[in-house]
């Protein structure tokens, strides 16, 4: 099977200059890789390091030292080392993300916020919505909030036009943090579902998920994130 | 935001600009490439040197070292610096703009909204009045100003409507970069909101290439891909936008992320 993306070796380490340089070890020979049409679930107690290593993946978090390899455009690219340009090209095209929160942007609509990355790639808007107005629906996002911003929707709300703008392309990896933790039983099954349609398009999913229950249900495999704790040497 | 327009060259190729007021410093040995589609945030405080390297770059100041490349229209890379007043001035008219933080150091306050648009036209060369005041009341539609207030004077428009007035008069002759100095600093926050959001939308549609000078980090945040943070004329820190916010790797970065305040 394919491998759209390998974690080699990676280490990182948060120095906090503001507070007299108090360097705090977050995780250390950090390797997995993952196979398209898999899910495989980040695993471990709180404040072990899973958020961070999405966020690496995705370029967010810089990476002190080992790569991260990811297939684009039919190249190898280590995204610990991109330009941010070539980062950008990456989310855009390979790499899809649903955070925990919506960063909400003034004045643009929730459907514009989901059909947004369809629009970036080349997508013409009408189309891009519609798309996003399928989504919405299934996720059963009520009509008239489509067109307001979502500053003002609810915890659950909010998440649901995230998990939408994150779903709608049909980028070869997706990275999950905590999609369902905001979600009623009903959407939580509709957001498994969606999970399983990705698989079965091949596509590499990488997540955390606390609910143990939805966790069992996608999962493929567990990456135990414990195992890449720094030795406490310093 | 979209950087589709992915080409093998950049627009703008900076290499060790520096720039000295007597003994004090301006600016120091900034180096950097800026790519089509790319919006690039300069941040710092005041003082940094972000407006001083601007205007180096946008030929309002002259630096006292280093080379600013631009590519042509022709696709040739031209030292702006060496061009001659002339050529370098048609430049500014037509394939680059300026948005001032103050609309009246980028407007002409006495004259109306129309001809405020309708002057750069003129300069690029089109002659027909009809045609120039149809295009003028089409850019004013798409910075959100009524067109019935095409003859008004800006002196009769709001602080928001001017400063999207001096963003229609610098978009009109299609530029491919655009400098900004605070294009937000002044307005009130729903307007700022406004602002952005309009900004946001005319760079990714028009695919320009933008260098933004601001102070306000979720100003940057919202409209730039990438990030540079100056400190007593240096480049403390470049990178992905996002990047340098959510885990900023200099000690003045974490300082300066760490002291805004949240709501």
Known sequence: MPTPLVVHDVAKTFTMHVRGGVRLPVVENVSFSLKTGECAVLGGPSGVGKSSILKMVYGNYAVDTGEIIVKHRDALIDVARADPRTVLSIRRETIGYVSQFLRVVPRVGALDIVAEPLVERGMPRDAARERASVLLARLNLPERLWHLPPATFSGGEQQRVNIARGFITDHAVLLLDEPTASLDAVNRQVVIDMIEEKKTAGVALLGIFHDADVRERVADRMVDVSAFAPARAA | ?263
């Open chain 2, 1 to 263: 935001m979209s950087t589709d327009t992915i080409e093998d060259a950049p627009l703008l190729k900076v290499a060790g600009v520096s720039k000295f007021y007597g003994s004090r410093i301006g600016c120091e040995n900034v180096s950097f490439e800026l790519w089509p589609g790319e919006v690039l945030a300069i941040v710092g405080e005041s003082g940094s040197g972000k407006t001083t390297l601007l205007n180096c770059m946008a030929t309002r100041l002259n630096p006292s070292s280093g080379t600013v490349y631009y590519r042509m229209r022709d696709e040739t890379f031209r030292d702006i610096y060496r061009m001659g007043e002339a050529e370098r001035r048609l430049l500014m008219r037509t394939d680059w703009g300026f948005v001032h933080q103050n609309p009246a150091d980028g407007l002409r306050m006495t004259v109306s909204a129309g001809a405020n648009v309708g002057e750069r036209l003129m300069a690029v060369g089109e002659r027909h009045y009809g045609e120039i005041r149809a295009s003028a009341i089409d850019w004013l539609g798409r910075v959100e100003i009524a067109g019935d207030r095409v003859d008004d004077e800006p002196r009769a428009f709001s602080g928001g409507m001017r400063q999207r007035l001096q963003i229609a008069r610098n978009l009109v002759t299609r530029p491919r970069l655009i400098f900004m100095d605070e294009p937000t600093g002044g307005l009130d926050v729903s307007v700022q909101a406004r602002l952005l959001d309009l900004l946001r939308g005319l760079v990714g549609e028009l695919g320009l290439s933008a260098i933004v000078v601001t102070h306000d980090l979720a100003v940057a945040r919202l409209i730039s891909h990438r990030m540079m943070v100056m400190k007593d004329g240096r480049v403390v820190e470049h990178g992905l936008t996002d990047r340098v916010l959510d885990d900023p790797q200099a000690p003045y970065t974490q300082l300066l992320v760490s002291s805004i305040l949240q709501v």
